[in-house]
């Protein structure tokens, strides 16, 4: 019989503008990203011990992006997810700093036109936010929808997207 391995699962939480994140580590590589009172955030129990020691990039990372100095993130990530969702995950990592997408356009950029409820679905599902841009997708008409960190935190992180990446 064949044992399962366990992953090692670890914490922490950092500071931002938008609140504290819980930081998530699966075998030390980033796994989840996830903030206050967020939809879909997963129980505290499943986050592990806290430990801050493999986080120290990527809370420099984030700390770059709050203060306007990073447009882009450069982080191994763990993204536990359906094939769909990984599809989608991976195709929000193409957009721009400053810029978004509707649900639609993602959907057709993916090769799936039909499919814009699903991105959305898989969209907040999206267990690194931030990170993985899902705030920069926006509904058909361009308003702000659906954001699981709240519409509020979508907002700021679109504002402070624009003021970085306008250029000088």
């Known amino acids: 019989m064949c044992e399962a391995r366990r992953v090692i699962r670890v914490h922490t939480v950092v500071d931002s503008p938008v609140g ?21 955030r997963p129980p505290q129990e499943t986050f592990g011990e806290r430990d801050p020691r493999p986080f120290g990039e990527a809370g420099r990372q984030l700390a770059e992006y709050f203060a306007g100095q990073r447009t882009e993130f450069d982080l191994p990530l763990a993204l536990s997810g ?19 997408a509707t649900y639609g356009e993602l959907a057709e950029r993916i090769g799936r036109p039909t499919a814009a409820r699903a991105v959305g679905l898989a969209n907040g599902k999206n267990p690194i936010g931030v990170i ?37």
């Open 20 to 40: 504290e994140l819980t930081l998530v580590a699966a075998d030390g590589v980033l796994a989840g990203l996830y903030m206050q009172r967020q939809r879909y």
């Open 82 to 100: 359906t094939p769909f969702q990984r599809t989608v995950w991976s195709a929000l990592r193409e957009i721009p700093c400053g810029e978004t």
């Open 132 to 168: 993985v841009p899902c705030h920069r997708l926006l509904g058909s008409s361009g308003e702000l929808t659906g954001y699981g960190g709240g519409i509020e935190r979508k907002r700021y992180l679109l504002e402070l997207e624009r003021r970085v990446s306008r250029p000088r």
